[in-house]
């Protein structure tokens, strides 16, 4: 594999994290100060350590903001009563604390932010390589645009799970090279498809061994086509085109590959593709551009 781990996070994509408004996980965190991990193990910090210490929290939650339950991010306000929220909320709620109605959106609870400056915790996809510690409100950014975060096999019946720089070469040593349609960036080459079961194709780069998954949906006036990459959704999108040819006609449809970590046909059915003809599968042409 050519591919080599990158020395800092994603810079690229969308530089807000997702809102997760669903149940909450009621885990207990281990938050830690990863450089003083051995040293917090004796009795009393020593000068040169400082005053850096390892702890468990037990209630995490406190550290989220509790209207909207993502990670709070400075600035964090407080109501004349003490009611917690985000500036996000804070603005939403007409800065109307939710609890107690009284004002909130002015009064900034400093000691919270620098608690929350001060925590450092490892990245969730540290078990897949990302070696990023970073604040406890940057968290989600990152994990957001964290190049490390899990892709699975698109080997049917594999459940492999892996960074995506791991991915290409866990395919082709355990599935073979003959598992996938091997091609060549700016070289058209054609995959058959059938028109009547869903189907999804890996298709394998000679050079870099990057995995795409080219889907085809039967649908009642033809087949839904998508070429997909498997990696974090910060990358950039691929260029491709398919070319169906039929009777002396033919169909053209250039676009971008989505970014995906998984195959699974549902996480690709409502994004764009192209409806070809039946006609159109003798002779179908694909090319995928750096
Ligand atoms: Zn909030
Ligand atoms: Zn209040
Ligand atoms: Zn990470
Ligand atoms: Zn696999």
Known sequence: MKKSSPVSEATKGKSTAPRTTTTRSRKRKHVELPQQQEQAAAAAPSPTQGRSFT?????????????????????VYQCENGHVACSTCCISLEEKCPSCCLPIGSIRVRVLEKVLESIKVQCSHAK??????????????????????????????????????????????????????????????????????????????????????????????????????????????????????SKGSSLEWKSFTMNIQSSSVDTTLSSRFLVIPSDYFADLETCIHM
């Open 128 to 245: 897949y390589g990302c070696k990023v510690t970073l604040s406890y409100s940057d968290k989600c950014v990152h994990e957001f645009n964290c190049l490390f975060m899990p892709c699975h096999c698109p080997h049917a019946d594999c459940d492999f799970v892996s960074s995506f720089y791991d991915l290409p070469l866990h395919f082709i040593s355990e599935h073979g090279s003959s598992a996938a349609v091997r091609f060549s960036y700016d070289k058209p080459f054609a995959v058959t498809l059938q028109s009547e079961d869903d189907q999804a194709i890996v298709l394998q780069e000679e050079t870099d061994d990057t995995l795409f998954v080219l889907h085809n949906f039967v649908f009642s006036l033809g087949n839904a086509v998508n070429v997909c990459c498997i990696q974090p959704d910060s990358l950039p999108k691929y260029r491709f085109e398919i070319l169906g040819k």
């Open 55 to 75: 702890f468990l929290l037990s209630e995490p939650d406190v550290l989220d903001c509790p209207i909207c339950f993502d990670p709070l991010t400075i600035p």
